[in-house]
């Protein structure tokens, strides 16, 4: 479980013992105690099994694959993740690595499915270079999520599927791909971080120009 789950989900029960003792009446305490439950299963942080397959990109959250389209620029795709409120929401590494670019950019909090959020809401923008590839992929928040974590920072080695952030609660992922990738999934399959593969990328196709992460930052 990730830390956040036990921060809230305890504040929540400790907060529910003390209206049921002032009161008198357990039942005034029932909220809290349901708050708290959602809020340890809503951080929950399961081992998952990272595919080894040469080239794999994995997803890089847990959700609902809600388009495949081209992105602004040439030769680049993006794929769209829909993470509700239901999904795990670890994010992890697609690719093996190293974290070439962090990019924050604060902004509006629209519904994730709204084509719009990838542009005007708050997200975090991350370059991983590795395994001849170049992936770029961005956490979005959402109408509800107001937080956006990520743990590593620019030079640091990842490995495909590590865990490396999370978002609060509904919000999106997008992921931006060379258009040679052979795809592995269409649009309305659910996937699972770290261990549903998006694409396959042939290593000497898979490198981005070298001002993909610049490019990027209006690409998705």
Do not use: C
Not at 162 to 171: D, P, T, Y
């Amino acid at each position: 479980m990730v830390r956040d789950g036990y921060y809230y989900g305890l504040s929540f029960a400790a907060a529910a013992g003390l209206v049921g003792w002032l009161t008198g009446n357990w039942w005034w305490a029932a909220p809290g105690l349901a708050l708290a439950a959602f809020f340890l299963w809503f951080f929950r942080d399961p081992e998952r099994a990272i595919p080894e397959a040469a080239g794999a990109v994995v997803s890089p959250a847990d959700g609902k694959v809600t388009a495949i389209e081209p992105a602004l620029g040439p030769g680049r795709i993006r794929i769209s993740i829909f993470l509700s409120v239901f999904d795990v929401h670890v994010n992890r590494s697609p690719v093996a690595g190293v974290v070439r670019e962090i990019r924050y950019q604060k902004g509006q909090f629209l519904n994730a499915m709204n084509a719009a959020s990838a542009e005007l809401n708050e997200q975090n923008l991350v370059t991983v270079e590795g395994e001849g590839q170049t992936v770029v992929f961005k956490q979005i928040a959402g109408l509800l999520a107001r937080r956006i974590v990520f743990t590593k920072k620019v030079g640091e080695a990842v490995g495909r599927g590590e865990r490396v952030g999370l978002i609060k609660f509904g919000s999106r992922v997008d992921v931006l791909l060379d258009s040679s990738a052979r795809l592995a999934i269409k649009v309305g399959d659910r996937v699972k971080g770290g261990a549903s593969v998006l694409a396959f990328v042939e290593p000497e196709a898979a490198a981005l120009p070298a001002s993909a992460g610049q490019a990027a930052r209006g690409a998705i």
